[in-house]
């Protein structure tokens, strides 16, 4: 089993939160090819069957969808699902990372409670999915003592293309760069406005963001930053029985953005 990296890192910010749990032990598979968005097939190593299964993830996946990666997968409860086996974890780069994009807000919302976002521990009950903006809602919302709001959207981030540095995006979100606008939006309406980046991946120190992949959100990004939208990160630690978010890590503002 591969453990969780260590960066030593004097000034991580470490404190012992909810870890997302598999539901019941992963199944270790290579994988043979990932395609139309959501499905993959792979070879389940135990057996040597070969079959497909659900990609949670809509974006490019660069660097985690290599034919023969090792992969492991989770298996539904619900009997009636079409593809019982979903796409949890890749070997990357000797390391773990998680790739699906439906954990990142309970993760998110795990290490907001636990504190480990230094600019973010004076909020009470968090809400998720709150309706704002034009026709979007934001992912988690609290309140701060002094009432003010505070809307949190959390974006999903695996991929490293240099050693210890996590990028986001790893295709174009033209919804991503609405979203930045919207959260400026609220800051000049008297609110707080936080992007919040989840790292699915044990081995990375530090964010940047992907200007050469989504040059159009790099911009929106350097605008909303001027505009008082705050940015943040979480780097989580992984092993085959679940991932938790574990480290503070820095958000590296574009050159435009300063």
Known sequence: MLEPSKIDDPAARRYPTGMVDFASPLLPARLLRRYKRFLADVVIEAS???????????????????PGSRVW?????????KLPLTLELVEADGTLVGINTGLPNRLAEDAI????????????????????????RIDLTGTQTDGRTVYIEVKNVHLMR??????FPDCVTARGAKHLRELADQVEAGHRSVMLYVVQRTDCDRIALAEDLDPAYATAFAAARRRGVEAYGV????????????VEIPVLDPPQSR
Request: aromatic share 2%.
């Open 48 to 66: 040597g069957e070969e079959t497909t299964v659900h990609c949670p993830n809509p974006g490019a996946m660069m660097g985690l969808k290599e």
């Open 73 to 81: 997968l989770s298996r539904s409860a619900n009997r009636a699902r």
């Open 113 to 136: 409670g636990a504190g480990l976002v230094s600019a973010l521990t004076d909020i009470g009950t968090l809400r998720r999915e709150v309706k704002y903006g034009i026709n979007s």
């Open 162 to 167: 240099k050693a210890s540095l996590a990028e």
């Open 235 to 246: 780097r989580c630690d992984i092993t085959v029985n679940g991932i938790d978010p574990h």
